[in-house]
């Protein structure tokens, strides 16, 4: 029996939100806690580095230093290459309601997986006391 219009459109439309919600929480996973590292953060870093390799004599030291300018640049160039978590959020946003209704998935689930309040409160998710 061949699918409906409607029953291919719901398809598509839970493969769009799982997308989505999967790239916002594995942006959220991600990210380390404490002070976040920017591009602007790495290109400082680099800079100094650069600096230090001008003046430094002792040949282990060059060795060092070389080597923590490739892990600072591939850092850079990390960064520069994620999307925009605002945007992951942004989608996110658009289909955790409708997501959450459809698989049951609490308000709390989201908190206990990383979600911050404010964006499943922007999402529509309530916080429930089945919660």
């Not at 978590?85 to 942004?90: A, H, P, R, S």
């Not at 964006?119 to 429930?128: D, E, N, Q, S, W």
């Amino acid at each position: 029996m061949p699918m409906s219009d409607e029953h291919k459109a719901a398809l598509a439309q839970g493969r769009r939100e799982s997308r989505a919600i999967k790239a916002y929480l594995e942006a959220l996973r991600s990210r380390r806690p404490g002070r976040p590292v920017t591009a602007e953060s790495v290109r400082k870093r680099i800079e100094a580095i650069n600096e230090r390799l001008e003046t430094e004599e002792d040949p282990l030291k060059q060795v060092e230093l070389r080597q923590e300018l490739l892990d600072a640049e591939a850092t850079l160039k990390e960064i520069e290459s994620k999307e925009d978590l605002e945007e992951l959020e942004k989608a996110f946003i658009e289909a955790a309601k409708s997501y959450s209704e459809r698989k049951g998935i609490s308000y709390t689930a989201w908190r206990q997986v990383g979600v911050p309040a404010r964006v499943l409160k922007a999402a529509g998710i309530p916080r429930t006391r089945q919660s």
